[in-house]
Every structure is written in structure tokens, then in C-alpha cells.
């Protein structure tokens, strides 16, 4: 068993062990917002550093050997906020997607881009277009950003996708299990998340990652996404280890 950290305050509550890493972790960026007002700065320097801490997390993540990373970065109700605050957004993922064009081979790092990405402007589409390309010819830790993402919509457009199949003769209904509709979802190949964590205080799913979380043990923390650190995520994952999981059975 690799032990990789220990609370200050000891007990085993703040060890992680390495060999029982949940395989996927996905994380609600949340609290950039507040961690800039609470600095006195306007909003856009919130998810300046929320990015930052997602280079940082992202990185980590890969190094400790997770396989799969998911991160809900903007929502399809995301639009609804200032055109200077969308439009910082999308400038930093684009500035980042630019960033792992170079370094993605490099550093066998996946991307996936989940969500409806038709309505982003033709440069983001364009770098990931780029990103998908390379990731194809990699095998390392799969990091899916979900953009323009929103979790009913993601079962909609399943669902639509599979009645279409049905119509051309490839699928019938009765043959739909759960399993075969989950290559419906943008998710198609990802297992589901075993953690799910959310930082900047608030306790709710936000439409993010509705089918694959049914069985997600969520943690919650109060800490705000850009001060989220490396010892917050250890937290987290040993939170995680030390839970009953049951899946409706009982504990043998
Ligand atoms: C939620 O915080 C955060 C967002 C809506 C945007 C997250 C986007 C980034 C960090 C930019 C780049 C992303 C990547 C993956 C490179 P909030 O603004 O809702 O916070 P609040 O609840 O405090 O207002």
C-alpha cells in the first residue's frame, strides 16, 4: 500500500493510498466569482486563477497516475452572465487549449471536449479540432472539459440520437439496455466518476454528469476553486476511500 499524505492532524482519515485510487475523478469548477470579489478584483481575474488551478490540478492528477479527469468549465446556462465575463472564459480555454497543443504529446495527456460545441466561435472549435487529433494518437490520462455542457441536454441528445438510429433500421427499442445507451453519451468509452467534487460551498449537481453520477460519492468542500490545492484533492480522494460503497447491496 503507497501512502502518499498525511494530515497534520494525524488519523488515517487524511492518507490516500495510491493503489486504490478511484479511476475517475470529476470536479465542479466552482467559486472563481467569489474568490475575486472577496479580493476586491473584478470577476475575469477569478477564472484567471481558476485556470491556473486547474494547469495545477490537471497536471497533478496526471502525475499520481488518475486515468480519467472530467471538469465542467461552462454550462449551457454559463451564457446567461456578462459578454466580458463569457468572453474571458472562452479566451482562457482557448489560451490553454493552445498550450496543449504543444505539451499534450509531450505529456500523454488526452482531451476530450463534452457538450454542444456548435454554438462556440469557429477558433475554439478549430483548436479542438486540433486537440481531438492528437489525443487520438495518445493513450495517457483522459481530461474531458465540458463546455456549453448541461446533463438533461446530454440525455436528450442520446436519446434522440438512438431513436434516429432506430429509424434507420440500425437499433430496435426493445434491444436498448443501459449499457448501449451510454454510447449515446458524450461519455461513450469513460467509465463513470467514482468522486465527484465540488468546491465553493455549495451541495448540488448543477446538471452536471446526471447519468454517470448515479453511484459518484460526492465531496464537498467550502474552499474556492483557486485555492483548491493539492492537499485539498488528497483530502477529497482519502474522503473517498474511506466510504462504504454498496450499490444497493449490503456489506458482506
Ligand atoms: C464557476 O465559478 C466557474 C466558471 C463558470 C468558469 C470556469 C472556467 C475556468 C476556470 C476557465 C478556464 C477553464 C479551463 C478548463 C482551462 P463561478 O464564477 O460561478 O463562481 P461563483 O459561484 O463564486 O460566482
Same mark, same amino acid.
Not at 449551457?76 to 487549449?97: C, F, G, P, Q
Not at 474522503?239 to 449490503?250: I, K, L, S, T
Given at each position: 500500500?503507497?501512502?502518499?499524505?498525511?494530515?497534520?492532524?494525524?488519523?488515517?482519515?487524511? @492518507?490516500? +493510498?495510491?493503489? =486504490?485510487?478511484?479511476?475517475?475523478?470529476?470536479?465542479?469548477?466552482?467559486?472563481?466569482?467569489?474568490? /475575486?470579489?472577496?479580493?476586491?478584483?473584478?470577476? %475575469?481575474?477569478?477564472?484567471?486563477?481558476? /485556470?491556473?488551478?486547474?494547469?495545477?490540478?490537471?497536471?497533478? #492528477? =496526471?502525475?499520481? $497516475?488518475?486515468?480519467?479527469?472530467?471538469?465542467?468549465?461552462?454550462? %449551457?446556462?454559463?451564457?446567461?452572465?456578462?459578454?466580458?465575463?463569457?468572453?474571458?472564459?472562452? !479566451?482562457?480555454?482557448?489560451?490553454?487549449?493552445?498550450?496543449?497543443?504543444?505539451?499534450?504529446?509531450?505529456?500523454?495527456?488526452?482531451?476530450? *471536449?463534452?457538450?454542444?460545441?456548435?454554438?462556440?466561435? @469557429?477558433?475554439?472549435? +478549430?483548436?479542438?479540432?486540433? #486537440?481531438? !487529433?492528437?489525443?487520438?494518437?495518445?493513450?495517457?490520462?483522459?481530461?474531458?472539459?465540458?463546455?456549453?455542457?448541461?446533463? =438533461?441536454?446530454?440525455?436528450?441528445? /442520446? &436519446? &434522440?440520437?438512438?431513436?434516429?438510429? #432506430?429509424?434507420?433500421?440500425?437499433?430496435?427499442?426493445?434491444?436498448? %439496455?443501459? &449499457?448501449?445507451?451510454?454510447?449515446?453519451?458524450?461519455?461513450?468509452?469513460?467509465?463513470?466518476?467514482?468522486?465527484?467534487?465540488?468546491?465553493?460551498?455549495?451541495? =448540488?449537481?448543477?446538471? *452536471?454528469?446526471?447519468? @454517470?453520477?448515479?453511484?459518484?460519492?460526492?465531496?464537498?468542500?467550502?474552499?474556492?476553486?483557486? +485555492? *483548491?490545492?493539492?492537499?485539498?484533492?488528497?483530502?477529497?480522494?482519502?474522503?473517498? @476511500?474511506?466510504?462504504?460503497?454498496? *450499490? $444497493? $447491496?449490503?456489506?458482506?
Amino acid at each position: 500500500m503507497k501512502l502518499l499524505f498525511k494530515r497534520k492532524s494525524g488519523g488515517s482519515a487524511g @492518507q490516500v +493510498d495510491l493503489d =486504490r485510487l478511484p479511476r475517475h475523478i470529476a470536479i465542479i469548477l466552482d467559486g472563481n466569482g467569489r474568490w /475575486a470579489q472577496r479580493r476586491g478584483l473584478p470577476r %475575469t481575474a477569478g477564472h484567471k486563477a481558476g /485556470a491556473e488551478t486547474f494547469r495545477t490540478i490537471a497536471t497533478y #492528477c =496526471r502525475d499520481i $497516475g488518475l486515468e480519467y479527469l472530467t471538469v465542467y468549465a461552462f454550462s %449551457t446556462e454559463n451564457w446567461k452572465r456578462s459578454r466580458d465575463e463569457v468572453s474571458t472564459i472562452m !479566451a482562457l480555454l482557448k489560451k490553454y487549449l493552445l498550450e496543449a497543443i504543444e505539451t499534450m504529446e509531450r505529456d500523454n495527456v488526452r482531451l476530450r *471536449f463534452m457538450g454542444d460545441l456548435a454554438p462556440l466561435d @469557429q477558433e475554439l472549435r +478549430d483548436l479542438i479540432a486540433q #486537440c481531438n !487529433a492528437i489525443s487520438e494518437r495518445l493513450t495517457g490520462c483522459l481530461c474531458s472539459i465540458c463546455i456549453n455542457y448541461g446533463g =438533461r441536454a446530454e440525455i436528450v441528445h /442520446a &436519446a &434522440a440520437r438512438f431513436a434516429e438510429d #432506430c429509424r434507420i433500421g440500425l437499433m430496435r427499442p426493445e434491444e436498448l %439496455t443501459e &449499457a448501449g445507451f451510454e454510447a449515446y453519451l458524450y461519455s461513450a468509452g469513460i467509465p463513470s466518476p467514482e468522486l465527484l467534487i465540488r468546491p465553493g460551498g455549495e451541495q =448540488r449537481l448543477s446538471n *452536471f454528469l446526471l447519468w @454517470q453520477c448515479a453511484y459518484a460519492e460526492f465531496y464537498f468542500t467550502p474552499v474556492l476553486w483557486p +485555492d *483548491f490545492t493539492k492537499e485539498e484533492l488528497h483530502r477529497a480522494i482519502a474522503a473517498y @476511500q474511506h466510504r462504504d460503497r454498496r *450499490f $444497493g $447491496g449490503v456489506k458482506k
